[in-house]
């Protein structure tokens, strides 16, 4: 927030996936790599340039055309899998499910991150008339678009819970995960409120990570879900 500089992120490079699949290779009999949209980074063509210098490993890449805990219920979803002794393919496909099936909302404190870093997307038309606006923001079709803006933070976080509301049906097994980035109070009161409203078969609070933070920005809360 106090930085002259901003932050930037790139994708790893193709040596960087060819050395990680070349060394997990000695040691399993297949890989499955479950990545961040490739709508928001080239993260997955560098995995698949690195998988075609490896042909004799089998490796199955995932575009989840997602990101944070978005992508992160696909790959507990595979890694339970694994766990359980599925075949690769099988492991693979539960990634796939769950990556299908996977949402996220979230609201910003700014659109001046996504601005900046290039990753604004559709929400790009918001730009101009959000300044005293808090947008709602999602990724669809593997890029961020916005949804609905609202005057406030508060506002805009009660206005998550209606359109969870629309989705999520009583009965319905729900996987949540609050995300933030420097907004752990929010957070965990969202939480709570998710947890009294949806009562969810799983639940967490997580943190972006620094590549995602640089982004969104700080003060970003939101919600990432899925239904069984």
């Known amino acids: 927030e106090t930085s002259s500089g901003f932050p930037t992120t790139s994708q790893p490079t193709v040596a960087a996936f060819q050395d990680l699949f070349a060394e997990l290779s000695k040691e399993v009999d297949g890989i499955v790599a479950i990545l961040i949209s490739d709508g928001l980074s080239g993260t997955v063509d560098s995995a698949l340039?690195?998988?075609?210098?490896?042909?004799?490993?089998?490796?199955?890449?995932?575009?989840?055309?997602?990101?944070?805990?978005?992508?992160?219920?696909?790959?507990?979803?595979?890694?339970?899998?694994?766990?359980?002794?599925?075949?690769?393919?099988?492991v693979a496909e539960a990634g796939r499910v769950v990556a299908g099936k996977s949402r996220i909302l979230f609201v910003v404190a700014t659109l001046e991150y996504l601005h900046r870093g290039g990753r604004i997307g559709g929400?790009?038309?918001?730009?101009?008339?959000?300044?005293?606006?808090?947008?709602?923001?999602?990724?669809?079709?593997?890029?961020?678009?916005?949804?609905?803006?609202?005057?406030?933070?508060?506002?805009?976080?009660?206005?998550?819970?209606?359109?969870?509301?629309?989705?999520?049906?009583?009965?319905?097994?729900?996987?949540?995960?609050?995300?933030?980035?420097?907004?752990?109070?929010d957070a965990d009161r969202f939480r709570d409120e998710l947890e009294a409203r949806y009562h969810p078969v799983e639940l967490m609070v997580t943190e972006?990570?620094?590549?995602?933070?640089?982004?969104?920005?700080?003060?970003?809360?939101?919600?990432?879900?899925?239904?069984?």
Request: with cysteine; aromatic share 2%.
């Open 49 to 90: 340039a690195a998988r075609a210098n490896l042909p004799d490993v089998p490796i199955e890449i995932i575009d989840s055309k997602a990101a944070a805990m978005m992508l992160g219920f696909p790959v507990l979803a595979a890694a339970r899998a694994a766990a359980a002794g599925e075949s690769l393919q099988a």
């Open 123 to 185: 929400a790009a038309k918001l730009l101009g008339s959000a300044l005293q606006l808090k947008p709602i923001l999602e990724i669809s079709d593997g890029v961020v678009r916005p949804v609905t803006k609202v005057r406030t933070r508060r506002k805009a976080l009660e206005k998550v819970h209606e359109l969870l509301a629309e989705q999520i049906k009583p009965g319905d097994r729900v996987h949540m995960a609050v995300i933030n980035v420097a907004a752990g109070e």
């Open 208 to 228: 972006c990570s620094p590549a995602i933070g640089a982004h969104v920005g700080p003060g970003t809360v939101g919600v990432a879900y899925y239904v069984e």
